[in-house]
């Protein structure tokens, strides 16, 4: 275990674009698209601050939790657990499964890949 100041850092960061983005944006684009790729990106820096692992690793077990929570929306899940009225469990689960979201997912990892890469160039500059 450990803690990386830049990478919580830049998940309050996330966290705070994500809270601003969940309450006051209301389109086709940011909102269901743009923040499902901030929301992987938000979770790889959570458990970088934490976690001392290799990036990848990190990387695809958070496209896979991702993943899941996406194929669980294909599910009666939330009405099976009584949660159907519960908004924060549905704002969290989600309800509906969308191809758009895996696409979305798949280009935030893609997008922590090109930040690791990036990274790892200037670090050893």
Not at 73 to 100: C, E, R, Y
């Amino acid at each position: 275990m450990r803690f990386h100041k830049g990478y919580f850092i830049g998940f309050c960061i996330l966290l705070a674009i994500e809270i601003y983005i969940a309450l006051y944006i209301n389109d086709t684009i940011i909102r269901p698209f743009i923040g499902d790729m901030l929301v992987v990106i938000l979770l790889y820096f959570l458990v970088s601050a934490f976690a001392k692992a290799n990036s990848l690793k990190i990387a695809l077990s958070v496209l896979f939790f991702a993943y899941i929570i996406e194929g669980v929306q294909a599910t009666p899940l939330i009405d099976l657990l009584g949660l159907s009225n519960h908004t924060l469990a549905k704002t969290v689960l989600g309800t509906t499964f969308d191809w758009k979201d895996i696409i979305a997912y798949t280009l935030g990892i893609g997008c922590i890949f090109i930040f690791e890469r990036l990274r790892q160039l200037f670090k050893n500059q």
